[in-house]
């Protein structure tokens, strides 16, 4: 089971890095072979779980991440060419969706925006079709989240305290 970054690791330990420490990071993840090179196909967007995925989008989603999937610079995360919204494995989006999340203030970047849960307001299928949508949109290319791995993840997903 996957589990988010805690608020305290950024605001008492990661924010704190020395340049030094975070170039030595950028080195190391740097040097890491590549997660996967295979390209997934992309779902066509007249696949009946796109349109559902663009309807809870537009509804839930576009007002924060744009319509274009861009969000808005440092405040809501682009999905467009995101390497964990087109990850092999969507625990972590299907965790973020369940359950939102909170970024946390830092001395740089004082406001710390937060992305509701929506665990507790959208269907299994609801969730997957609006993940599938994200995972093909925008040029990203993914597999569908079926509803059905979204029932049986979600008991195993935690919910983080900010």
């Known amino acids: 089971m996957r589990h988010s970054i805690r608020p305290e690791v950024i605001q008492n330990s990661t924010s704190k890095l020395l340049d030094d420490d975070l170039k030595a990071i950028a080195v190391y993840l740097k040097d890491q072979p590549p997660p996967h090179t295979e390209q997934p ?33 440092n ?30 203030a830092t001395d740089t970047a004082p406001t710390a925006p937060a992305m509701p849960a929506f665990g507790w307001r959208l269907s299994d ?10 995972r093909n949109s925008w040029g990203n290319a993914a597999s569908a989240v ?6 049986k993840r979600r008991p195993q997903l935690t919910e983080t305290t900010p």
């Open 146 to 151: 079926a509803a059905g791995d979204v029932a």
């Open 125 to 134: 299928d609801e969730i997957a079709a609006v993940l599938t949508y994200i």
């Open 75 to 104: 405040l809501f995360p682009t999905l467009k060419d995101s390497p964990v919204v087109q990850a092999k494995d969507p625990t972590t989006l299907l965790q973020i969706a369940i359950h939102g999340t909170r970024n946390v």
């Open 41 to 73: 196909s992309r779902v066509a967007q007249d696949d009946p779980a796109m349109k559902r995925g663009q309807a809870v989008y537009v509804d839930n989603c576009a007002a924060c991440h744009a319509g274009d999937g861009r969000g808005v610079p």
